[in-house]
């Protein structure tokens, strides 16, 4: 069975500190990893993933996250926060191996940067 | 990048009634495409996938009497939910796949739906 943990429902940093957002998943087989933001009442816009290759994946807006096979964990990071990044952030991870493609997401963390 | 649209972007209805959600893939063709539902402060949950062309394979515990799901094109996917009541408002959220072995998944603005 996928599943994908988000420990914290929230997390809060001051404006210009760097931020984890983290994530950590259970899937067989190799896993094909992503994260997303959501903004109040919209759709979920897409930030980056992991398929194969460099551990460290870099994404839109400045964020980056570090795929950790042994740790089972892709926590998603930003060296130094903006007020404009607080939104939810849901990781979601998917199966290679399997036929279906759809994504299994975690329950989100809502970020607070604040000012 | 993707684009996929829905519409209408909010809807309110009454209970009893059918309201019927369009999700479409401007600028690809989808292959797949995948409804969910999103409660307040919670994730998303998969309600359904369809390809193009045959019937949606559905969630356990998802009714798929009441929510009916066509995928008539490779760019246009459409949910009703029929006999709506109150316990059906919440936020539905579509993606689009396209095809591929890495496909990954362009999402919708989403839809909110309000019965009253």
């Known amino acids: 069975a996928q599943s994908v943990a988000q420990p914290e429902d929230q997390v809060n940093v001051a404006e210009g500190n760097p931020l984890t957002v983290k994530c950590t998943y259970s899937v067989s087989g190799n896993p094909y990893l992503f994260w997303y933001v959501q903004y109040p009442n919209r759709g979920l816009q897409f930030l980056l993933k992991y398929i194969t290759g460099d551990n460290l994946v870099k994404g839109s807006y400045g964020f980056e996250a570090e795929f950790n096979k042994s740790q089972t964990s892709f926590h998603l990071k930003k060296p130094s926060a903006l007020v404009s990044d607080s939104a939810l952030y849901f990781c979601?991870?998917?199966?290679?191996?399997?036929?279906?493609?759809?994504?299994?997401f975690g329950t989100g963390t809502r970020l607070t940067v604040i000012p | 990048g993707a684009v996929v649209s829905q519409h209408p972007s909010w809807v309110i209805c009454k209970s009893g009634t059918s309201v019927k959600i369009e999700c479409r893939s401007l600028d690809f063709q989808a292959t797949t495409m995948f409804w969910y539902r999103q409660f307040p402060k919670q994730s998303l949950m998969l309600m359904a996938t369809?390809?193009?062309?045959?019937?949606?394979?559905?969630e356990q515990g998802v009714e798929k009497d009441k929510f009916l799901i066509n995928h008539a094109s490779l760019t246009l996917s459409t949910l009703t939910v029929t006999s709506a009541h109150p316990e059906d408002s919440s936020f539905y959220i579509c993606s689009a796949s396209v095809g591929g072995s890495y496909n990954e998944q362009f999402f919708g603005p989403g839809t909110r739906l309000t019965v009253l």
């Open positions: 369809s390809n193009e062309g045959s019937k949606a394979t559905y």
């Open positions: 979601a991870v998917r199966a290679l191996q399997t036929g279906a493609n759809n994504l299994f």
